[in-house]
């Protein structure tokens, strides 16, 4: 994802660009899009590198309850995070607000955008990392690997999970 926020805020800096160019009194490009845009960037690459290490570190996690509580703490304090900043963007006159807002949402649109290209491009899933490769499925859509359970008492409804 650092390598699609870094592409989406190059584009953003030249959509700045060309507007300004068209419309020099209501777009700016100056400093202060250009300082917000790579600010923004670092705060949307941090948060989702933040994510990466929280889920390995619950994944390692075998108690439920600490995975939960760890992965609430992770959350709150990214959310954190992106609050300062958003602040500062705001507050601070040597960030444009919009170009310091932007960039935060470029890693959502890049994992969205991975999600459109494994349907549109099935064959091409695999190589970006989604999915199971095509040869290993059979015709009712379910991977060879999946394990199906044998008896229909080994599935629990969420109702009936008690743990």
Not at 33 to 51: D, E, K, Q, S
Not at 129 to 158: L, M
């Amino acid at each position: 994802m650092a390598i699609i926020t870094v592409v989406g805020v190059i584009l953003m800096l030249l959509v700045f660009f060309v507007l300004h160019l068209f419309f020099p009194d209501s777009v700016p490009f100056n400093y202060t899009v250009i300082l917000a845009g790579i600010c923004a960037g670092t705060v949307a690459i941090l948060n989702f590198f933040l994510m990466g290490l929280a889920v390995q570190k619950i994944a390692a996690t075998a108690d439920q309850d600490e995975a939960k509580k760890l992965m609430q703490k992770s959350y709150y304090r990214r959310f954190g995070l992106q609050v300062l900043w958003i602040i500062a963007a705001i507050a601070a006159p040597c960030f444009n607000i919009v170009a310091g807002l932007i960039p935060l949402m470029f890693p959502g649109f890049g994992i969205r955008m991975r999600g459109v290209l494994a349907h549109v491009f099935p064959k091409l899933a695999p190589k970006i990392g989604i999915g199971d490769d095509p040869k290993d499925t059979d015709t009712a859509g379910t991977s060879q690997n999946d394990e199906i359970p044998s008896d229909s008492a080994d599935i629990v409804s969420p109702a009936e999970n008690n743990d």
